[in-house]
RNA sequence: CGGCGCGUAGCUCAUGGCAGGCGAGAGCGCUCGGCUGAUAACCGAGAGGCAGGAGGUUCGACCCCUCCCGCGCCGACCA
């Protein structure tokens, strides 16, 4: 709607303004101010009206009467309003307007001119539209609607709040908490504002000041929950000042149970400092994973406003605020303030709605202003954030609970809770202790679908975790959170959640391999010392080691998905396609008792042990099932180096009662540095049959016989190792010769079929296979393994 | 728009962050093959990335600077 506010003709300045524009202060035409706006119910609330001093106004003359309009804008108001051949009489900037003055539409009262740099003419220039910059600049260069001229309601919008402000205007409100007009408003009394739109326009119309009307599609802010337009009001709240100092020092705890002192401050007689100046100077103490949350941290605490804690709601924590029935005067001292405290200690803060004022005040209390006893209650409560943020104090505190201390060690939560948790309770605990309530403060990001975009149940790509949960179980789930960089935004889909689960399977199977190679092994009389252990046994301790420092840094670091790296590739790499993959002949073909079969027991044993203690944060359930089925714990009591034991030799009912494994036991670095070249060797021999497999030789690797030629650095290593290597390159044979320094490889394979026959046992080659009676079928190594089951009175196969 | 962050193979991550240096790595997945005594398993080989894009600094940049593009959080009486 298009509305006319008179220009007021009686001041010296008025005079001047008509005189330019029509040369006589005197001339009979009236000038009007043409005002634009969506919300007809704001109009009995304007105080003024607002221009851009950068933009041309334009006096356009039609019908009798003068209307000030932006330049820009006259044609198509000429054009909506079917003014009656409009001309312009004069032109000037907006800033000419300054301090005009117009009379209300309708109401015995002014309407000051004002400038304003947020006045634009696309229309819609109204505050409460909210509408965002990029919609707003295709509105203009489309549809134009709007006079260059806001109606400016302080009462009523932020923007207008704030011209009004500069202005000096009241914040004037004369809507209700019911949305509905108050008495003082004329014509409309009574009226819920959305109803008294149309009647209002009617009322206009009446008058003669209404020069258009039509509906409008626009924007408009509504109730994210009953998703009803919402008004804007500007009412009167509570707010923690930031910057103004503390007048009293801060009541400090003493220390009288024991608890660290160095928890509290005692600078009692330290200048007081402002809750802002304080929050700047503790960001700088606390560690922050990751490290820009200081920056982020800062800058917010910098840039913001006063918290304002009032809130209007009919639950909550009640602002022990009372107000003089006589004066009005606000009481809030520390006297009524602890009266009422102690009041909720004993009945909870319902007290504040079941008692009179009058018995949650000191007896005989009577405002320090006027003296009168009479008091009434604030009804506003206190944010919820306040809650949320004395949360440290109330919970760390407590006596309800033992062994905890203020502050906290750790914060953790999304990165959304800067503003949130971690303001709100930096100030609480700012406000009790002059103290940040954390030490260490981590974030993680958000959770992102596929293509990296938020996820909406609106949008269909969420991920429920409890749906996930039910179908796969909180193990896999959670391995899903450790295998992203949680500090970051993570991804999380069907497919990403599937491929957890196969590396969850993975990880299962390769601990199962190894408890199901322990049957029967008893730690307490089998297990083999480390010195005695065979080399490749020795190895894998040895990168067990390796993984435990890697895993035990990072999870002191946050780095969990470096934890999940490690493990998942210690068991597929390190184990699964090495270590295991070794071993099985000699777990499978020595004898059971034998020293060479309980010296891979011994380190799977270990290794298994270890594994759990380490995937117990992380694989909850899955871990205290490997700790139960560890032969250490099954029943009976290890030894000190058995495993399923903590130090000490405790056996512990709970993977989650025992502690990480420690680092250095298998440490060897020298000899990790031989089997990496053995490994390396081991590479080009897998590649040799693979080729020798391509070309239908071979099948298994146990058909292959590989002829190797090194040169001299690399011939003695494997010299060195000579016996050890068929079972390394898992083969029936292996020779290997010395290569000319001056030949183009260092390490040459040949891969022919392996000599002898394949035992039927063990399922290597050998030429010697039929030569024993006993045993026809079988190669020397098994005849001499069933010779030693059957010493031990057991059953050979 | 303002504050902060992210963008390396199909996927999850290394390397790179104020110590820039030869042809950017791993595992999974995929393709092909082997094994059949971890079998709703296991082993191997292979293909696969101009490090979001464009400039700049430098003898030399994934790594430093600028701009652009894409994405996320915050700027809400939601916890």
Same mark, same amino acid.
């Given at each position: ?64 009467? +003068? ?141 003669? +000041? ?42 400090? @705890? ?212 409890? @749906? ?13 959170? +450790? ?136 694989? +909850? ?51 990790? @540095? ?49 016996? @050890? ?73």
């Amino acid at each position: 709607m298009y509305v006319k506010f008179p220009l007021s003709e009686d001041s010296v300045e008025a005079k001047a303004f008509k005189r330019e524009l029509l040369g006589d202060e005197d001339d009979p035409r009236k000038v009007y101010f043409l005002i634009w706006t969506t919300t007809p119910w704001t109009l009995p609330a304007n105080l003024g009206i607002a221009v851009n001093p950068q933009f041309e106004y334009a006096a356009v003359e039609a019908g009798g009467e +003068v209307y000030v309009v932006a330049g820009e804008l006259v044609e198509t108001v000429a054009a909506k309003l079917s003014l009656n051949e409009p001309h312009i009489v004069a032109r000037f900037p907006g800033s000419r307007l300054d301090l005009l003055e117009a009379r209300h539409a309708w109401l015995d009262r002014p309407s000051l001119l004002m400038l304003g740099d947020h006045v634009t003419l696309g229309g819609e220039a109204d505050a409460e539209t909210e509408l965002d910059v990029s919609e707003a600049r295709d509105r203009r260069a489309t549809g134009k609607a709007g006079t260059g001229l806001v109606h400016t309601a302080p009462g009523h919008g932020h923007d207008d709040f704030v011209i009004g402000k500069t202005y000096g205007l009241d914040i004037y409100c004369p809507v209700d908490n019911a949305g509905r007009f108050t008495a003082e408003v004329e014509h409309f009394a009574g009226e819920g504002v959305f109803e008294a739109n149309p009647h209002i326009v009617a009322f206009l119309r009446e008058r003669g +000041v209404l020069l258009f009307d039509e509906p409008y599609a626009h924007r408009y802010p509504h109730c994210w929950r009953c998703k009803n337009p919402v008004i804007f009001r500007a009412t009167p709240q509570w707010f923690i000042s930031l910057d103004a100092a503390a007048r009293d020092a801060v009541e400090v @705890e003493r220390d009288e149970d024991g608890r660290d002192l160095t928890n509290y401050t005692d600078n009692e007689e330290a200048a007081p400092e402002s809750l802002r100046a304080m929050a700047l100077r503790e960001i700088k103490n606390v560690e922050w994973v990751p490290a820009w949350g200081e920056e982020r941290m800062r800058n917010m605490q910098k840039g913001r406003p006063d918290w304002c804690v009032s809130r209007q709601r009919v639950w909550g924590v009640p602002i022990p605020v009372f107000y003089c029935s006589a004066c009005g005067e606000a009481v809030a001292d520390r006297a009524t303030i602890n009266h009422v405290a102690d009041i909720f200690e004993r009945e909870t803060t319902d007290a504040w709605y079941s008692r009179p004022a009058s018995s949650l005040l000191p007896e005989g209390f009577k405002c320090p202003k006027c003296g009168s006893s009479e008091f009434t209650k604030e009804t506003d409560i206190l944010d919820v954030w306040f809650d949320s943020g004395a949360s440290s104090v109330a919970v760390l505190e407590s006596e309800r609970y033992e062994g905890l201390r203020w502050p906290a060690d750790v914060y953790l939560e999304g990165g959304d809770q800067f503003r949130g948790w971690f303001n709100s309770s930096l100030m609480v605990g700012l406000a009790a202790h002059d103290r940040a309530p954390y030490r260490t403060v981590v974030t993680h990001g958000w959770t992102l679908d596929a293509q990296g975009r938020a996820m909406h149940k609106s949008a269909g790509n969420a991920v429920a975790p409890e @749906e996930f949960v039910k179908d796969s179980g909180a193990d896999i789930l959670r391995l899903w959170v +450790v295998s992203s960089d949680f500090k970051e935004d993570m991804r999380c889909s069907d497919e990403i959640l599937q491929r957890v689960s196969e590396t969850y399977r993975k990880i299962r199977n390769t601990v199962r391999f190894a408890l199901g190679n322990l049957d029967g092994f008893d730690p307490a009389t089998d297990a083999v010392g480390l010195n005695e252990m065979q080399e490749i046994d020795r190895w894998a301790l040895a990168e067990l080691d390796v993984v435990i420092t890697r895993v035990l840094e990072a999870y002191r670091t946050y780095e969990y998905h470096a934890v999940y790296h490690a493990l998942y590739n210690f068991c597929t790499v390190t184990l699964s396609a090495r270590y295991f993959d070794i071993i099985k002949d000699r777990l499978y073909t020595s004898a059971p008792k034998s020293h060479a079969r309980r010296s891979a027991q011994t380190a799977l044993n270990y290794i298994a042990d270890a594994l759990a203690r380490m995937l117990a944060p992380i694989l +909850v359930f899955t871990a205290d099932e490997i700790w139960e089925n560890l032969p250490g714990v099954k029943g009976r009591r290890g030894g000190a180096d058995a495993g399923a034991a903590d130090e000490g030799g405790a056996v512990t009912a709970s993977v989650h009662l025992a502690e990480f494994p420690v680092a250095g036991v298998g440490h060897d670095a020298r000899l990790r @540095e031989r089997w990496v070249r053995l490994f390396e060797a081991r590479e080009v021999v897998l590649r040799a049959l693979e080729e020798a497999r391509t070309s239908k030789l071979i099948g298994s690797g146990l058909e292959a016989r590989v002829r190797i030629a090194a040169k001299r650095k690399t011939y003695e290593l494997l010299e060195h190792y000579r016996e @050890e290597l068929r079972y390394v390159f898992i083969v029936s044979q292996v020779s290997l010769t010395l290569l000319e320094e001056a030949d183009a490889e260092e390490l040459r394979v040949r891969v022919e079929r392996a000599d002898g026959r394949k035992c039927e046992r063990c399922w290597n080659y050998s030429v010697r296979v039929g030569e024993f009676t006993r045993y026809p079928a079988v190669c020397e190594r098994c005849v001499e393994a069933l010779g030693e089951i059957e010493a031990e009175g057991g059953e050979a196969e």
